[in-house]
């Protein structure tokens, strides 16, 4: 029913810049708001960016001014520019989408790894 591929991700040294991109497959009903999450080796998930339906924005505070996310509907894409990465960005990576059907369901991708060396 909804299949998300993350792509992008990589080995890149501090300072330096990546584009995430994330291919969003719905066979039925309509994608509502999105976001990039990341998780650290040791650490819990945390959202890194969200967007919604309408395009409203939001970041976390230690990526803003830095990442940029967007959405290309007619593409059924999401992406993530991240600029100035710092070795503390170093995670898995994953998007989500909300999903609504009758009801709204969170689907995950399988993740692509960032690593940003010192």
């Known amino acids: 029913q909804v299949q998300l591929v993350e792509s992008g991700g990589g080995l890149v040294q501090a300072g330096g810049s990546l584009r995430l991109s994330c291919a969003v497959s719905?066979?039925?009903?309509?994608?509502?708001?999105m976001g990039w999450y990341r998780q650290a080796p040791g650490k819990q998930r945390e959202l890194v960016a969200h967007i919604s339906a309408g395009g409203w924005t939001n970041y976390s505070d230690s990526v803003k001014g830095r990442f940029t996310i967007s959405r290309d509907n007619a593409k059924s894409m999401l992406y993530l520019q991240m600029n100035s990465l710092k070795p503390e960005d170093t995670a898995i990576y994953y998007c989500?989408?909300?999903?609504?059907?009758?009801?709204?369901?969170?689907?995950w991708g399988q993740g692509t790894q960032v690593t940003v060396s010192s």
């Open positions: 989500k989408v909300q999903v609504s059907i009758i009801i709204v369901t969170d689907y």
């Open positions: 719905v066979s039925r009903g309509s994608v509502n708001a």
